[in-house]
């Protein structure tokens, strides 16, 4: 039962999606607005996310975490500027 958290912060409240796709398991993180400053995150070798890559769609950027098997995760925000992302 290995989780990963994914915590992102900014200045400002923000709106936050994510969705699974499949073949091969991936989840989908769409961040709309402005974030100049955004790097995609290092994530430590585990046995539940492979890698995360970041690119940019018009209405903002999307991370997406290449993942094991097919991911479950629950998405908290412990303010308005605050999504915290926990992947099994």
Known sequence: G??????IEAEDPFPCK???LSNPPRLVVDL???????RPPAVPSNRVVK???MGTQST?????????N???YEISRPTDATV?????
């Open 51 to 53: 890698g995360v890559r």
């Open 70 to 72: 097919p991911p479950r």
């Open 18 to 20: 994510a969705f699974i």
């Open 84 to 88: 915290v992302i926990a992947v099994r």
């Open 60 to 68: 903002g950027p999307r991370l997406v975490l290449d993942m094991s």
């Open 32 to 38: 709309p607005g402005s974030w100049q400053k955004m």
């Open 2 to 7: 290995q989780k990963v958290l994914l915590r």
